[in-house]
């Protein structure tokens, strides 16, 4: 009966690790939904000036699915562009001791690291909803709205990112993404 008992208490002890471990980074979902919740509560997104009857597809169901595809999309291309994974993560306490911590663990130069490229990302990211908000017409077609609501969609992951609990515990490493923390005796701790 014993036996029992600790195998039951192991096993609720490993699933409750698991869904820890899964709630410090968003899932593709939690993206989705955050972009789907929030969608136009702090702005306007620009919708087509044509009249409804004249459009070929719903355009609400076009524009959110653009929302929500962009705000997974640095996700996916983290895996397949290069010098993307650091721009998920920005670390506020980095500093010259982390750096200089980091530089041993890893066997770097320090000039080779940084507190992540999130702020840089996100600047990025307004930037080119700015250009292609300048480009629009009164002739402007669904497809190039869609690919503004896009463009919000990838720009809201990356504050997503940053509010999720481990990425604000990494550092940039020549392009790549760590995650760990300085322990109290000054040294690097892999996440």
Same mark, same amino acid.
């Given at each position: 009966?014993?036996? #029992? =008992?600790?195998?039951?208490?192991?096993?609720?002890?490993? !699933?409750?690790?698991?869904?820890?471990? %899964? *709630?410090?980074?968003?899932?593709?979902?939690?993206?989705? *939904?955050?972009?789907?919740?929030?969608?136009?509560?702090?702005?306007?997104?620009?919708?087509?000036?044509?009249?409804?009857?004249? !459009?070929?597809? %719903?355009?609400?169901? !076009?524009? &959110?699915?653009?929302?929500?595809?962009?705000? +997974?999309?640095?996700?996916?291309?983290?895996?397949?562009?290069?010098?993307?994974?650091? =721009?998920?993560? &920005?670390?506020?306490?980095?500093?010259?001791?982390?750096?200089?911590?980091?530089?041993?663990?890893?066997?770097?130069?320090?000039?080779?690291?940084?507190?992540? !490229?999130?702020?840089? @990302? #996100?600047? @990025?990211? #307004?930037?080119?909803?700015?250009?292609?908000?300048?480009?629009?017409?009164?002739?402007?077609?669904?497809?190039?709205?869609?690919?503004?609501?896009?463009?919000?969609? +990838?720009?809201?992951? &990356?504050?997503? %990112? #940053?509010?999720?609990?481990?990425?604000?515990?990494?550092?940039?490493?020549?392009?790549?993404?760590?995650?760990?923390? +300085?322990?109290?005796?000054?040294?690097?701790?892999?996440?």
């Amino acid at each position: 009966m014993r036996k #029992i =008992r600790k195998l039951v208490l192991v096993i609720i002890l490993i !699933l409750n690790l698991a869904l820890i471990e %899964d *709630s410090w980074s968003w899932p593709l979902g939690v993206h989705r *939904s955050l972009a789907k919740k929030n969608a136009e509560k702090c702005v306007d997104l620009p919708r087509s000036n044509r009249k409804r009857c004249d !459009l070929l597809v %719903d355009e609400n169901t !076009l524009l &959110y699915n653009s929302l929500m595809n962009g705000s +997974v999309a640095p996700d996916f291309s983290q895996y397949t562009k290069k010098g993307e994974s650091p =721009r998920h993560a &920005y670390n506020p306490g980095f500093n010259n001791s982390m750096a200089e911590s980091v530089s041993n663990f890893y066997n770097v130069s320090k000039s080779s690291i940084n507190e992540g !490229l999130a702020r840089t @990302a #996100i600047a @990025a990211e #307004i930037a080119k909803i700015k250009d292609l908000l300048s480009k629009q017409t009164c002739n402007s077609t669904q497809e190039d709205y869609a690919r503004i609501w896009n463009q919000f969609g +990838v720009l809201s992951h &990356y504050p997503a %990112d #940053i509010a999720a609990p481990l990425h604000v515990y990494s550092v940039n490493v020549d392009g790549k993404y760590h995650e760990g923390d +300085v322990g109290s005796d000054g040294k690097w701790l892999k996440g």
